[in-house]
Nanobody, 124 residues
Framework: QVQLVESGGGLVQAGGSLRLSCAAS????????MGWLRQAPGKEREFVAA????????YYTDSVKGRFTISRDNAKNTVYLQMNSLKPEDTAVYYC?????????????????WGQGAQVTVSS
């Protein structure tokens, strides 16, 4: 079982940046595709970004393209989400998740392991 722990959330003004980190407990971390999903108050959880197990493929939801970057360091069992030019509508709890769909996936139900979430609040 993979345990995931997010860090790096917080409060930032619109236009600012944050970097989320997600550390995995499992040495087989490199065998999973990784993703970031978010859930705003009163809304369903939605896909944000994903990266294949090798790091060769990345996917983003349209609203964050050009602003967010997902990356991974398999030697450190860690995945990152660099968030730039943040907007108030990016405010949400951000979840790191691992999927056995090695190419990466946009579908929340294809993620098998989840972190506890990190709050990101963007003020206007």
């Amino acid at each position: 079982q993979v345990q995931l722990v997010e860090s790096g959330g917080g409060l930032v003004q619109a236009g600012g940046s944050l970097r989320l980190s997600c550390a995995a407990s499992e040495r087989t971390f490199s065998r999973y595709a990784m993703g970031w999903l978010r859930q705003a108050p009163g809304k369903e959880r939605e896909f944000v970004a994903a990266m294949s197990w090798s790091g060769g493929s990345t996917y983003y939801t349209d609203s964050v393209k050009g602003r967010f970057t997902i990356s991974r360091d398999n030697a450190k069992n860690t995945v990152y989400l660099q968030m730039n030019s943040l907007k108030p509508e990016d405010t949400a709890v951000y979840y790191c998740a691992a999927s056995g769909v090695l190419a990466g996936t946009r579908l929340p139900y294809e993620y098998h392991y989840w972190g506890q979430g990190a709050q990101v609040t963007v003020s206007s």
